[in-house]
């Protein structure tokens, strides 16, 4: 998938599941009772290091600030967006691709009036990220992951984030969780898999780029998805 594909003609996710895979329960229990150990990998402890002491130095000079985590950020515009809708917070934008996180997002430069300093975009892989993270103990108030990768085949359901052995730590970090989706399958797993860590939630249809709205597109992806005639959809989890 290329987010730079913006000409509308984005095709609609194929599965062969007729509904919530029927492992997805086994699964998550399996990854409750088995703590994931696999050893980090260098390169993720490194930007967890950098980023930590961006977090810890923040948290020094606001007791009071909060932590938005923005997962699988991408290129970053949701990022840029969070962090100027929150001038108070600090924002951690963590995608695996080093390629799509120092890409230049239009729109978001000096000369285009964007001004907000608030966040850092960081490659890292969210297997070790989230781990460290959650052992760090951070105070994510509010922890995105928006339109993470569907694989709607029903033989990679564990690599599904909620089929994952990360799911328990990921799940444990933010009050809030959000996540997006042009797959609602993707969502009611997750909304299914979250009850088993006493997550609870509503689904509901993204109004972003309808014309009554004027709020902008979050990401790419959902600019994407909505000028090819998708519906993106969003799952809202509190503790
Ligand atoms: C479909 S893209 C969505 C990007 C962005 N949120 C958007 O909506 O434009 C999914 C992103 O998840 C990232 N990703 C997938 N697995 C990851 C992992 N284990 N750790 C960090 N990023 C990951 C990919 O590199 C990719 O940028």
């Known amino acids: 998938m290329d987010s730079n594909n913006m000409t509308g ?7 062969n599941q007729t509904g919530i895979h029927e492992k997805l329960d086994e699964v998550v229990q399996k990854h409750l009772a088995h703590p994931f150990q696999k050893p980090y990998q260098a390169h993720t402890e490194q930007a967890f290091e950098e980023m930590d ?3 810890q130095a923040f948290l020094t000079n606001n007791s009071a600030g909060e932590i938005i985590l923005d997962a699988c950020c991408g290129v970053g515009q949701s990022t840029r967006i969070l962090a100027q809708q929150n001038p108070q917070a600090l924002v951690i934008g963590v995608d695996k691709s080093a390629h799509r ?7 978001f430069s000096l ?8 966040y850092h975009l960081v490659r890292a892989d969210l297997n070790d990220f989230y781990r460290l993270v959650k052992a760090a103990n951070w105070p994510v108030s509010k922890h995105y992951i928006l339109y993470p990768n569907p694989w709607p085949k029903s033989k990679h359901l564990q690599r599904r984030w909620h089929g994952s ?4 730590q990921m799940t ?3 009050n809030t969780l ?5 797959w609602l399958l993707y969502l009611q797993e997750f909304q299914q898999a979250a009850k088993q860590v006493a997550l609870h939630g509503n689904i509901s249809q993204v109004n972003s780029h309808d014309e009554v709205s004027t709020q902008p597109p979050l990401t790419p992806f959902e600019a994407k998805y909505q000028t090819s005639g998708q519906v993106c959809w969003q799952l809202i989890l509190n503790r």
Do not use: C, H
């Open 9 to 15: 003609d984005s095709k609609a996710i194929v599965t």
């Open 165 to 168: 052995a990360v799911f328990p």
């Open 172 to 174: 444990s970090i933010g």
């Open 111 to 118: 000369e285009d009036g964007y001004q907000a300093n608030n």
């Open 101 to 107: 996180i120092s890409r230049n997002v239009e729109g």
């Open 178 to 182: 959000i996540l997006r989706s042009n």
């Open 53 to 55: 002491a961006f977090v």
